[in-house]
Nanobody
Framework: QVQLVESGGGLVQPGGSLRLSCAASGSIFRLNAMGWYRQTPGKQRELVAVIGSGGDTNYATSVKGRFTISRDNAKNTVYLQMNSLKPEDTAVYYC??????????????WGQGTQVTVSS
């Protein structure tokens, strides 16, 4: 079983920055893709950014040029640096991890979510 612990959310003014972290622990044989999603009330969860095991990245159009995803495989951690934040970035942010466990099963796990509020 894998646990994901997110941190770094909070309240920030428009134009400000936040850095989210998501640390994974448990039965991880190999990390695959790691990503960040967000959700607002009444809407479906949407992809924000994803980073593959080789470091390749993909971003939602709405965050390109403002957000940067990165990972530290030694720490089983994925980060999301969010700059030039806008009120429309307000959401609960969830990290997601695809991994192989020690039985070589491909599994996925979600974090508990962290609130990001962009408001003056």
């Amino acid at each position: 079983q894998v646990q994901l612990v997110e941190s770094g959310g909070g309240l920030v003014q428009p134009g400000g920055s936040l850095r989210l972290s998501c640390a994974a622990s448990g039965s991880i044989f190999r990390l695959n893709a790691m990503g960040w999603y967000r959700q607002t009330p009444g809407k479906q969860r949407e992809l924000v950014a994803v980073i593959g095991s080789g470091g390749d990245t993909n971003y939602a159009t709405s965050v390109k040029g403002r957000f940067t995803i990165s990972r530290d495989n030694a720490k089983n951690t994925v980060y999301l640096q969010m700059n030039s934040l806008k009120p429309e970035d307000t959401a609960v942010y969830y990290c997601n991890l695809d991994y192989l466990d020690y039985r070589l099963r491909t599994l996925a796990s979600w974090g508990q979510g962290t609130q990001v509020t962009v408001s003056s």
